[in-house]
Structures are given as C-alpha cells and as structure tokens.
T-cell receptor, first 109, second 115 residues
C-alpha cells in the first residue's frame, strides 16, 4: 500500500513567518503534486515535480522533490493570511493520485 | 469555460439508503476520477472512468459503483449507506494522452451526511 505522510498535521503561525511542510513516503512516485484546498472547495493544483532533486518556485512558495522521488517539501516564505488552507501532497501512480494526510495551515494577522 | 461541476452540493441520507452523485467534467476532458475525503483527511481514490468503463479502482467495497455517459459526465452510486460513508465526495476530470498523465481538475465536491 502506498502511503504519503505529511508533517506537521497542523500549523498555526503569524503573518511574516516562514514555514516548511514535509511529505514522506516509502514508495517511489513518477511525479508528485502539491494542492491547496479551501473550505467548501476542491483541491487546486499548485505544482507538479517530476525529476528527483527538482526545485520549483511559485512566488513565495518553494517546492522540492527528493533525490529518490519518495519525499517532497513545501517552503513558504513570509506567510500571508491568504496562505491559510489545507495543503495536500499527492503522488501520481498509474494515473491516479495517492493523497497525503494533509497539513492544515492557519496564518494569523 | 465551465470547470468541473458536481451536484448536489449537500445531501443528507439515513443508514441503508442509496445515493447518486453527479459530475460534469471540464470541457474537453474525457476522464473522470472520484475521491472520498473524510473530515480532516486527504482524499482517497475510489475509481476512475474512461471511455465509459471503469479503468482503475481503489480499495472501496462493491457498494460503491459508477457510470460514465457518452458525454463524459459521470455518476457515483453508493448502496446500503453506512455512517462511515459521511464525507466530501470529489470528482476530478482530466484528459488522457499518451506519454504521461495530465493534470486533474477538481470540482467543489458533494458533502454527504449519513444519519
């Protein structure tokens, strides 16, 4: 069974702080995606990482795929209240997504 | 261009009843996947439909069944509802193409409550 564990499960920080969310698995994935989900909505894709060691930046968000393609991290610099939401990593396995356990981020002004 | 739409948005059923949820994919997409998201957890893959057939299935019992229509829209049926079936049911659409998987676009979900 392919499992993706995210840590931390909950994160509560103030605006301007930096944070890192981790996504770990014992399985290798062909690619890994990060989503953000807000209450009452479906997940929205933020980024897809494909190559081991790959780093992608999306404004204040930096995503890294582990060299062995089993783990990933999401780093947010100078968090804003608009970053609040549920962050989900998902590994792609034969065209279906295996989602992680999720990290709920709350950013206070 | 409408994205993925799902209906209804909310539904309340009692144990033992049956429910049908509906999904219309994003324009141009031909593949529909269904996910179950329990409160506070990540979505779990139920099954995927392509060319009106179930292409892949996750670890869900036969009480969960589906259908895809010629216009690519899809239904998820759950029979003999249990309390544990209470969840947000998400539909995602994508376009299958050779050489790799394409991005999945998610609908807003149907919140099912089983009493």
């Amino acid at each position: 069974t392919q499992l993706l564990e995210q840590s931390p499960q909950f994160l509560s920080i103030q605006e301007g702080e930096n944070l890192t969310v981790y996504c770990n698995s014992s399985s290798v994935f062909s690619s890994l995606q990060w989503y953000r989900q807000e209450p009452g909505e479906g997940p929205v894709l933020l980024v897809t990482v494909v190559t081991g060691g790959e780093v992608k930046k999306l404004k204040r968000l930096t995503f890294q795929f582990g060299d062995a393609r089993k783990d990933s991290s999401l780093h947010i610099t100078a968090a804003q209240t608009g970053d609040t939401g549920l962050y989900l990593c998902a590994g792609l396995s034969t065209d279906k997504l295996i989602f992680g356990t999720g990290t709920r981020l709350q950013v206070f002004p | 261009d409408a994205g993925v739409t799902q209906s209804p948005t909310h539904l309340i059923k009692t144990r033992g009843q049956q429910v049908t949820l509906r999904c219309s994919p994003k324009s141009g997409h031909d593949t529909v996947s269904w996910y179950q998201q329990a409160l506070g957890q990540g979505p779990q893959f139920i099954f995927q439909y392509y060319e009106e057939e179930e292409r892949q299935r996750g670890n869900f019992p036969d009480r969960f069944s589906g259908h895809q229509f010629p216009n690519y829209s899809s239904e998820l049926n759950v029979n003999a509802l249990l309390l544990g079936d209470s969840a947000l049911y998400l539909c995602a659409s994508s376009l299958v193409w050779s050489g790799g998987a394409s991005e999945q676009f998610f609908g807003p979900g149907t919140r099912l409550t089983v009493l």
